[in-house]
């Protein structure tokens, strides 16, 4: 919390962005749970199948993302701060919610493989060897570099207000999380651009084969809602570093920060009609 901002103020912010992450964390609970029942009756096929997969990625990385941010916030709380704990903080921080874009990006590029190579057939372990390695192994990857090169200058986190969260100031660590999920905004966004253009002009049942119609919609209409959200919610967060002292950009972005798993719990399950058409729940 920018220090810049008076104290009372502060403490609002701060009950606002803790119940909302609570809200959060319970709405993604709830989401793992309802995959959990309807697995076997939603995932028919292997586009399905992997719609669900990348699903619970998303949730579950936002959810651990979350965990890690109360530590950290805890943290950051306490008069004597422990500076390794903040930055191990930190580091999972980064690396969950760098997972939940790459998830992201995963399921963007099963709809554009869907959608353009509809006759090709990649078996199922190869998409998830392929998804795993980019929905956790990339995010790793800058994880670890980031807190390589930052951290022996002692400039890997927020250091001048104690706060666990990748520092902007001195080396502009935070850009490696920055850059990465803006570009798999844009990303995503221009595969959307093509794939609706497909539809358009051949129809959803001429992209897809007919069992996958329904999974192809559900991914085109999660992406087209979650990506410019999310989108716009790091935009906020990343406004929240560079002017400190607006008191407006943080209240925006503690209410979209809060409604991030209400999101996916709404548009990445509930308003699948195979989930719905399902009554294990």
């Known amino acids: 919390m920018s220090p810049f901002i008076p104290a009372v103020l502060r403490v609002a912010l701060d009950f606002i962005t803790y119940i909302g992450v609570g809200i959060s964390m319970g709405c993604l609970v709830v989401c793992l749970i309802i995959e959990m029942l309807v697995w076997n009756a939603v995932t028919g096929n292997n586009t399905s199948y992997m719609r669900h997969v990348s699903i619970v990625n998303i949730a579950f990385s936002l959810l651990i993302a979350d965990i890690w941010f109360i530590i950290g916030a805890a943290i950051s709380d306490n008069e004597n701060k422990d500076l390794p704990a903040c930055s191990t903080a930190t580091f999972f921080i980064h690396f969950f919610y760098l997972a939940l874009f790459f998830w992201m990006l995963v399921s963007g590029l099963l709809l554009l493989y869907r959608t353009v ?38 400039q890997y986190i927020r250091g001048n207000d104690g706060v666990c969260w990748l520092n902007w100031t001195e080396s502009m660590a935070l850009l ?15 595969i959307l651009i093509v794939v609706l253009f497909k539809m358009l002009r051949r129809g959803v049942g001429d992209v ?17 809602i979650l990506t410019p959200f999310f989108g716009t919610t790091w935009g906020l967060g990343v406004g929240t570093m560079t002017t400190p002292n607006n008191l407006g950009i943080h209240i925006v972005f503690a209410i979209f920060n809060s409604l991030q798993g209400l999101f996916i719990l709404v548009f990445g399950t509930l ?4 989930v719905c058409s399902c009554h294990t729940y």
């Open 117 to 154: 190579m509809v006759f090709s057939h990649m078996s199922k372990p190869a998409m998830l060897a392929i998804s795993f390695s980019l929905g956790y192994g990339a995010p790793l990857i800058i994880a670890v570099i980031t807190i390589a090169v930052t951290a022996p200058g002692k």
């Open 176 to 190: 490696a999380f920055v850059i990465p999920a803006l570009t798999i905004v844009v990303i995503n966004l221009l």
């Open 208 to 224: 897809t084969q007919p069992d996958e119609k329904n999974a192809v919609v559900v991914i085109a209409r999660c992406l087209a």
């Open 271 to 274: 308003l699948d009609k195979k």
